[in-house]
Every structure is written in structure tokens, then in C-alpha cells.
């Protein structure tokens, strides 16, 4: 059974366990809810809840660990010499759940008879034929070692499927019938039921934490593997990044690191001055009809799909810059500095175009929320507007635009779309805001795309990169409490 149909059955099961517990409850206590312990709400939600929830966690624990078992039992089928010189297992396994992937659509489809598809997980035959029909649907030429795992694959995946689907079905009944055989007008259904809810809310709140404790532990396990496989004094104090699945790669982050900070230099400088004043405008002089039109005008820069913004970058933005800077006699400068759209200052300009209402809106918000007893002080001790705006509003709100400014840093740190459309893909260090440069996000997504083994370190490569920016951000919000906190001692 899919995934969805069986959601849906326990969603069914779950809403008939409440009107069948509701009704057993009233029905113990002769239809009179004065009699009854709990509201009769109660007496339904436990019904409900108990054949919902655990079927619920077996179902989700059943759905992450069946691929790793899958994986390691198929894994095992795959003899080494199907295992190509310069290949290994982990890009055999990828070919392996293609081609199961290929198989489940041709006996869907109709591509395949049941016959043959009995055929060929039994014994086999004519298999060259048939491969020649797989290799169509997938693209490629499709070795015997790799269908017979393929096929395994499958059978075992179609096996995992209906035990799950039998177990969690058990599951839901078993919680069904346990929890309404307890309806009764006596039973502390309330207790029962808020104890659970607490323990939801308990799990829901932890599940930011858990979330994080898992990345970090996941980069670290697979940074540590990396280091393991290349040099650590290449990666940080190297040159170069120039890699090439061939042994000898180069991969120093330090490139990366040094394109990613400057865009997001030259994106903070476009973002922090035009938001900010933006939003000194829209809290401080700004009347309330033109902040009800002004303000939803500048967030809606924020609901803009980054790939707009790349679009925009490539075709726009870089153009123009090239016609300042990179048409020689025929430019409007008359020099040529710029050789082609995609530059530092390209995606730097239109990332700050981008941060804008996330520094203005917050900035208006923190600005919005300083005592108006402070400017009814500051003016009838006889300053004026804008001394009262510099000298008594900014630095009672500036903990909060510090923050403002340093969720911006990161938001333009973490920016993948714009650098790879506006800013080019060459790492390397240049003081030239018209070079093209790359990012560390931009060269995590290229290590991890395509077909990829997590055995070599080209690959492992992008979890230190991503464990290099975790600790850059944590850095920037470490920072940002210490400001923070210093300038917030001044006022209390």
C-alpha cells in the first residue's frame, strides 16, 4: 500500500476511534456527561490519539531505517569484479537503485508482463534481451551484476513496504482496541489525554535542537572522514581549490572563503544603508498613510524567489555593468575592466537589493518599539527632529539593528541561486569587484550534484565546507551577543 493511502487509513481510523470513544464513554454513564470523569471530548481524543500516534512513529522509525537495511544486505550482493577500476561500490549502489527505480516504472507501466517480470527475478532469462529494454527506459547499458541487484533491490523494497504496511496497521488496532477497551465513565481520560499532549509539545520543542545536534554531528562524522582521506593543511592553508576525482586534487577552502565574504561585503554595503534609512524613514517621518502603502511595497522584495533575483543578476544587472566597465572605446567609461556579466559586484549588488526589507523591516520593528518617553524628552529639552532620530532613538535601538544586520550577514552568507547565476564559478583570490569569483555554498551544491561517491574527497569535501560556514555563522552570532550585550548595559 502507498505511503499516502496508509496516512489516510489511520487518519480514518483515528477520527472513528473518537466518535466510537466519545460514545462508549456516554454510554457507561447512561448518556449523562455529568456522571463522567472527563469532558466526553476527552474520552474520543484517547481513542483517537493512542491508535494515531504510535502507529504514527512506527511508521516514520520503519520508513528511515528499511533503506539503510535495504542497502547494506544489497550492497553485499555486488561482487567485486562488477565494481570498475576508478568506480566504486557506493556509485555501483546509485546504478543499482536507478535501475530499480526503472523497473518499478516498466511493470507499472506495462512495459513488462507479470510473466517476465517473474522471469526475470527467477531465473533470469534472456536476460540480454531484457537488458537492452532497461537500458532504454534508463539511458544506459545495464551489466547482469547490476539488474540482479536492481531486482533484489526491489523485491526487498516491495517486501519492507507490505511488513510495514502489517505492522503498522497491528499497531493502530492494537492502540485502538487497548484505549477504548478503558472508556469508561470513570477513567481519567483528561489526564491521560494532556499528559500525551505534553509529551507532543515536549517532542515538537526538541525537535529544533535534535535537528541541529544531527547536522552538526553528521558534518563532523563526515568531515573527520574527509580528513582522513586529504591532506587538513592543503584545505586550510592551501591555495587552490582545483578538483578533479583524480587523486591529486587541490582543496583549499580559503578561496571560497574569501569569494563568499567579499559578496557579501559589497552585498551588505548596498543593503544596510538603503534599509536602514528606509526604515528610520518609514518609523520616524514617514505619516501613516505612506507607511500603509511604502511598507508592503518594500517586503514584497522579501517574497521574490532567489532564482528571480539570479535571473535578474545575469540579464540585467551584469549587462549593465558591462557596459560601463567592459566595452573598451565603444563603453560608456571607455575602458574595459569587465569581461563579461558575471562578477563579484553582479551578484553582491543584487544580494543587497535582496536583503533590503530583511534590514528595513526588522530595523522599522526594533525602532517602532523605543519608549516614546525617550523622544518626549529628548524633544522638550529643545532637540530637534533629526538630533533626537541620531543621538536618543538609533543607540536605544541599536542591539536590535545589530541583530537585524547580522541575520542579513548571514542570510547573504548562506545565498546559493544569485552567486552562481551573478557571480561565476572560478575560486580564486582577487581584490577586482569585477572578477568572477564562487562561494563555499555554490561549490557545495556542484561537489554533491551528479553522481557522486561518498568514498572520495571531492565529495566529503562539501561537508567541511558546510562545517566551515556553521562555525562562521556561529561566530557572527556569538559576535552579535557581545554587542548586544555591551550596548544594552548603557540603558538599564
Known sequence: MPTIWLVLVLIALSITGFFLGRHRALASANGNSKDLHSLPVYYGNNVALTALVPALVVMAIWSMAQP????????????????????????????????????????????????????LRSGFSDIRGRLGEVGVALGSEVRPEVLRAAQRYRQASSTGNL??????????????????SRTHK??????????????????????????????????????RNFFGLHSWRDFFFGGTWAPNFRGDSELSF????????????IALLVAVPVGLFAAIYL??????????????????????????????????????LVRFFGQGENGILGVEWMSGATSVLTAGVVMGVMLIPFVSSLS???????????????????ATKSETVRQVVMPAALPGIVGAILLAASRAIGETMIV?????????????????????????????????????????VAFALGLTLFVLTLGLNVLALYIVRKYREQYE
Open 68 to 119: 539503510l537495511i535495504i542497502d547494506s544486505r544489497v550492497s553485499s550482493m555486488i561482487p567485486e569484479s562488477a565494481i570498475d577500476e576508478g568506480s566504486t561500490r557506493g556509485l555501483v549502489m546509485s546504478d543499482v537503485r536507478r535501475v530499480a527505480e526503472g523497473l518499478n516504472i516498466a511493470v507499472a507501466e506495462g512495459a513488462m508482463t507479470r510473466e517476465q517480470a517473474h522471469d
Open 420 to 460: 552562481v547565476m551573478g557571480a561565476g564559478a572560478i575560486a580564486k583570490f582577487s581584490l577586482n569587484p569585477l572578477d568572477s569569483m564562487t562561494t563555499i555554498t555554490t561549490r557545495i551544491v556542484s561537489q554533491l550534484t551528479g553522481d557522486t561517491d561518498f568514498a572520495s574527497p571531492e565529495t566529503l
Open 254 to 265: 580559503l578561496p571560497l572563503l574569501w569569494g563568499t565574504l567579499y559578496i557579501s561585503v
Open 283 to 320: 518609523s520616524e517621518y514617514a505619516g501613516k498613510a505612506t507607511r500603509a502603502i511604502a511598507k508592503p511595497l518594500l517586503e514584497i522584495l522579501a517574497g521574490i524567489p532567489t532564482i528571480v533575483y539570479g535571473l535578474f543578476a545575469l540579464l540585467t544587472v551584469g549587462p549593465a
Open 163 to 180: 511488513a510495514m504496511t502489517i505492522v503498522v496497521a497491528l499497531t493502530a488496532l492494537a492502540g485502538f482496541g487497548w484505549s477504548y
Open 364 to 382: 522599522d520593528d526594533i525602532i517602532n518599539s523605543v519608549p516614546q518617553a525617550m523622544r518626549d524628552g529628548s524633544l522638550g529639552l529643545g
Open 186 to 223: 470513570d477513567f481519567r481520560a483528561r489526564n491521560v489525554v494532556e499528559r500525551g499532549i505534553l509529551a507532543l509539545l515536549i517532542i515538537a520543542a526538541s525537535l529544533a535542537i535534535l535537528t541541529t545536534v544531527g547536522i552538526v554531528l553528521s558534518m563532523l562524522f563526515e568531515t
